[in-house]
């Protein structure tokens, strides 16, 4: 129905702008942050590929995952 048209639309609108806040930003939090959930790559193997501690790679995702709720809810 129109409803979910609509929710499409909108839901497709949030993505783009939520991708295009991920390739706004900064790295290394934007790799990391790709390796974490798009490619299932674990906070400690990540932590290791960088050479920093877990608790580094947390804050780096906390601040992207910040970063991306805002691009989301700015429509």
Known sequence: ????AETSVIDRQALSRVLDALEALPDPGRTMFRLNRFEDKRIVDIAALYGVSTTTVENHLRRVLARLRLARESG
């Open 1 to 4: 129905g129109t409803a979910s």
